[in-house]
Structures are given as structure tokens and as C-alpha cells.
T-cell receptor, first 113, second 117 residues
Framework: DGGITQSPKYLFRKEGQNVTLSCEQN?????MYWYRQDPGQGLRLIYY???????QKGDIAEGYSVSREKKESFPLTVTSAQKNPTAFYLC????????????FGPGTRLTVT | AQKVTQAQTEISVVEKEDVTLDCVYE???????LFWYKQPPSGELVFLIR??????QNEISGRYSWNFQKSTSSFNFTITASQVVDSAVYFC??????????????FGKGTKLSVIP
């Protein structure tokens, strides 16, 4: 099946711990994105990558880090520096730039206590 | 700066009613792209439609239709004969030129639609 997988669906962590969210795609898309969604809010861009070994900060990159070592994978690390990490995280891919539609994974709901 | 406004935070309709979700955007660009996405309770966003700024033709896909009006900077979405499965959060998004050959995508805050049986 072609698509985007994010694991796990639910993730619980203690405050002060780093946590890495997985995003894998087999759509052969170059561009990948990480968004954060809070209740009643739209999607806010954390990081994006247009090509392997390259990524750019989005609107709310502070406290997050990413890597893009393979085309298929774009993991997101939520560091202890992120002041309010509890949120729903969505990964997306795109066949081109943002003028094209994006395809989303099922999301990971992170709860930090 | 570009902006997308979905003024309706939540809408409830009874099954089989028609419902229109409003989307108003702001951009200085002449070339831009508009999108609608559906987010069912499962959480995954599903792409519905993409429209570029040079194509003002309205589009119909089954029970879904979209009305794009550049004069009022609006890209409204209508569901005809709504069904319970239409219950979801719907997002409007705008991709406009941000300089240096790149485009920036901005989402509205979404409209939660509840269809009551």
C-alpha cells in the first residue's frame, strides 16, 4: 500500500525527556513536512524538507529538531526545550512544492506530563 | 503576509440539509493556490480540492461543490444533502509566493461540521 505511516498513534512522556516521532512514506515524494495541531487551531508548520539531507525551519521550530537522511523518512524530535509539547503532530508529503496538494499521515498524539 | 479566515468555528446541521463552509483569504500575490482538506475524527487530513488563482470556474464533485470568487477573495465549500459521514473538521488553505522561488502554505483554523441524524 502506498502511503504515509506515523508511529506510534499515542505517545506519553515525562517532562524533560526528548522524544522522537516517526514518519515514513513510500510515495516517492521529495518534500516532507511536520505540523503541529492544537485544539481549535489550524496547522502550524514546524519543519520541512524539500530534498534529502536538507531541511528548513517553519514557523514554530524552536524546541524541535529533524533529520532527513533518507527520502522515505523524516523523524521529528521533540526536545526538552519545547515548552508546551503536548499536541497532535501530523506529517505530510508533497509531490512538489506547496503549490501542490499535501498527503497526510494519521498523526501522533503526544502527551507530556 | 497572507491569511486565511474561516469565521465559522462550528456548524451543526440535520442530515440531508445543505451546508456551506466559508473561507476568506488575503494575499498580495496574483498567482496563488487554494485548497480544502477534511479531517475526520480519526485525525488524518484528506485532500479534497486544489484550485489556482487563474481558474475561477466553480467545481462540483458529487455532493461537494466549490465557489471561487476572486472579487470577494472567497473560496466557499458547499455540501449538498449532508450525511453523518460528512462530520469532520474542514480546513481551507492558501499557498502564496513567499519570495526566493518558494511558496508558503497557510491554513485556516478550521470549521467543525456536525451532521445530526
Amino acid at each position: 500500500d502506498g502511503g504515509i505511516t506515523q508511529s506510534p498513534k499515542y505517545l506519553f512522556r515525562k517532562e524533560g525527556q526528548n522524544v522522537t516521532l516517526s514518519c515514513e512514506q513510500n510515495l516517492n515524494h521529495d518534500a516532507m513536512y511536520w505540523y503541529r495541531q492544537d485544539p481549535g487551531q489550524g496547522l502550524r508548520l514546524i519543519y520541512y524538507s524539500q530534498i534529502v539531507n536538507d531541511f528548513q525551519k517553519g514557523d514554530i521550530a524552536e524546541g524541535y529538531s529533524v533529520s532527513r537522511e533518507k527520502k522515505e523518512s523524516f523523524p521529528l524530535t521533540v526536545t526538552s526545550a519545547q515548552k508546551n509539547p503536548t499536541a497532535f503532530y501530523l506529517c505530510a508529503t508533497c509531490p512538489g512544492d506547496t503549490t501542490y496538494e499535501q498527503y497526510f499521515g494519521p498523526g501522533t498524539r503526544l502527551t507530556v506530563t | 503576509a497572507q491569511k486565511v479566515t474561516q469565521a465559522q468555528t462550528e456548524i451543526s446541521v440535520v442530515e440531508k440539509e445543505d451546508v456551506t463552509l466559508d473561507c476568506v483569504y488575503e494575499t498580495r500575490d496574483t498567482t496563488y493556490y487554494l485548497f480544502w482538506y477534511k479531517q475526520p475524527p480519526s485525525g488524518e487530513l484528506v485532500f479534497l480540492i486544489r484550485r489556482n488563482s487563474f481558474d475561477e470556474q466553480n467545481e462540483i464533485s458529487g455532493r461537494y461543490s466549490w465557489n471561487f470568487q476572486k472579487s470577494t477573495s472567497s473560496f466557499n465549500f458547499t455540501i449538498t444533502a449532508s450525511q453523518v459521514v460528512d462530520s469532520a473538521v474542514y480546513f481551507c488553505a492558501l499557498s502564496g509566493y513567499s519570495g526566493a522561488g518558494s511558496y508558503q502554505l497557510t491554513f485556516g483554523k478550521g470549521t467543525k461540521l456536525s451532521v445530526i441524524p
